[in-house]
């Protein structure tokens, strides 16, 4: 099987055209399925407000990823947030 690998862009800027910093944007932007305009805020439990800026083949009904920082900082984090939340849309 032959599959094109991309690799061209910047992995820190999102959908919406959005430039990810770990020290703003870890823990408070997330990719959210097609059903929600991308700037959508949401409510979450545990977790405050978070706002969709990006999209993923993987994000699919009901769930949000959160993006937690890059290489060691992003690595730390992972499992921050993790579960089952209540959520609810502010906008």
Same mark, same amino acid.
């Given at each position: 099987? %032959?599959?094109?690998? +991309?690799?061209?862009?910047?992995? &820190?800027?999102? /959908?919406?055209?959005? #430039?990810?910093?770990?020290? $703003?944007?870890?823990?408070?932007?997330? /990719?959210?399925?097609?059903?929600? $305009? &991308?700037?959508?805020?949401? =409510?979450?439990?545990? &977790?405050?407000? &978070?706002?969709? %800026?990006?999209? !993923?083949? /993987?994000? $699919? !009904? #009901?769930?949000?990823?959160? =993006?937690?920082? %890059?290489?060691?900082? !992003?690595?730390?984090?992972?499992?921050?947030?993790?579960?089952?939340? %209540?959520?609810?849309?502010? +906008?």
């Amino acid at each position: 099987m %032959e599959m094109y690998i +991309n690799t061209q862009g910047d992995p &820190l800027v999102t /959908a919406s055209g959005y #430039r990810l910093s770990d020290s $703003k944007d870890a823990g408070h932007v997330v /990719a959210c399925p097609p059903t929600y $305009k &991308l700037g959508t805020q949401f =409510w979450v439990e545990d &977790l405050g407000i &978070l706002t969709c %800026e990006d999209r !993923g083949g /993987a994000i $699919k !009904g #009901r769930r949000l990823d959160l =993006w937690v920082g %890059e290489g060691q900082v !992003g690595h730390d984090r992972v499992g921050q947030g993790s579960g089952y939340h %209540e959520i609810f849309i502010i +906008n």
